[in-house]
């Protein structure tokens, strides 16, 4: 079992990568937010048409980088 694991593909040594620097590194999951634009703010169990819609990144962690790096 062991020489197994000592010639596995995941035992060996990797090529050497380019140092780079960060301050944040964010782990998550990217998600897609469907927003739409009404005129306004609907009753309850009323039904209103949209104006305008539209698509954007979202997520937790991807809103917290764009704030950060925004922030500076």
């Given at each position: 079992?062991?020489?197994?694991?000592?010639n596995?593909p995941?035992?060996?040594?990797?090529?050497?990568?380019?140092?780079?620097?960060?301050?944040?590194?964010?782990?998550?999951?990217?998600?897609?937010?469907?927003?739409?634009?009404?005129?306004r703010?609907?009753?309850?169990?009323?039904?209103?048409?949209?104006?305008?819609?539209?698509?954007?990144?979202?997520?937790?962690?991807?809103?917290?980088?764009?704030?950060?790096?925004?922030?500076?």
């Open positions: 079992m062991k020489t197994q694991l000592a596995s995941m035992n060996q040594p990797t090529p050497d990568l380019p140092s780079c620097t960060f301050d944040v590194l964010g782990l998550g999951c990217a998600c897609l937010d469907f927003l739409g634009v009404v005129p703010m609907p009753d309850l169990d009323d039904e209103i048409r949209m104006v305008t819609s539209s698509q954007q990144g979202g997520g937790e962690v991807a809103t917290a980088l764009v704030t950060l790096s925004k922030l500076g």
